[in-house]
């Protein structure tokens, strides 16, 4: 068994293409289709409903395009709207991929940066203390890093500065794992551990996400056939920055389409 079908990833914006590049290596076989929801970004600092009527919208796009399979790679569209939802499709989010990586690798103090949304939520506190409930768990909102990401500054004194403030209290209380709750914030992973310190484990779940995605795939007989893989990158608004951070990511260029994914037709929420 087979399926040709490409994997459906979203997210609020370039972020998730950390995910998208993840699963490539995992998959080199698969296709991709990329959708990134520039027009409403950010997710992070939405309501609950909000962020869930996005997301029921953008698994209406990836579904029509013809989608196997769908990643949720936002962190706060898998906290907020994952648990609300229910699937058509194979769906994985990646907050408990994430979450498990810490878990394993942490010595006992885990702090974890996010959106307001995602922080709000305490799904990364409740899935870590579900698999380790001795764990001392330490938890920031970074409303700033998603914004200046997609604005490109990378490895700026402004960003700098807004990253030691956000980190101090956690440096303060000596964390040994911090997890990026955010699929922006592996982009700023070099300054992120210039600032927490050599003894701090940084833990994204880009490869743990297509880690599980390669294992599920393969158990249900879904994987591609080998032959023409293409990936795809829709977009809502049209950014220049988009492309030159797609670029970065991927490594090479990125034709973007724009699409207009409007709003959902109907709500499958329990």
């Known amino acids: 068994m087979s399926d040709p079908r ?24 698969e296709s991709i289709l990329y959708l990134g929801d520039t027009a409403r970004l950010p997710y992070g600092t939405k309501s609950a409903d909000t962020v869930a009527r996005y997301t029921e919208r953008n698994l209406d796009f990836l579904a029509a395009r013809g989608v196997k399979a769908v990643v949720v790679a936002c962190n706060t569209a898998s906290a907020l709207a994952l648990p ?23 010595r006992g103090r885990v702090g974890v940066i996010a959106t307001e949304a995602t922080i709000r939520s305490g799904a990364y506190a409740a899935a870590l203390r579900a698999l380790r409930p001795e764990l001392a768990i330490l938890s920031e909102a970074c409303p700033l890093l998603v914004p200046l990401v997609e604005e490109g500054w990378l490895d700026d004194a402004v960003t700098e500065s807004v990253v030691r403030r956000y980190l101090a209290p956690l440096v303060a209380a000596e964390i040994d794992t911090l997890v990026l ?15 927490a310190g050599e003894g701090v484990t940084l833990v994204d779940s880009a490869e743990a996400v297509a880690a599980r995605v390669a294992a599920d795939l393969a158990a249900s007989g ?44 109907e709500r499958r929420t329990p």
């Open 6 to 29: 490409p994997i459906g990833v979203f997210d609020s914006g370039v972020g998730g293409l950390t995910v998208a590049a993840a699963i490539a290596r995992a998959l080199p076989g």
């Open 84 to 106: 609300r939802l229910a699937p058509r499709l194979p769906l994985w989010g990646v907050v408990e991929p994430g979450a498990a990586r810490a878990a394993a690798a942490s």
């Open 181 to 195: 709750g955010c699929t922006h914030y592996p982009l700023l992973a070099p300054l992120i551990a210039r600032v």
């Open 222 to 265: 879904a994987l591609a056939p080998a032959g023409d893989r293409h990936d795809h990158v829709c977009v809502t608004d049209d950014a220049e920055r988009f492309a030159q951070l797609a670029r970065t990511i991927l490594g090479r260029e990125v034709l973007l389409e724009l699409v207009d994914i409007g709003e959902p037709r």
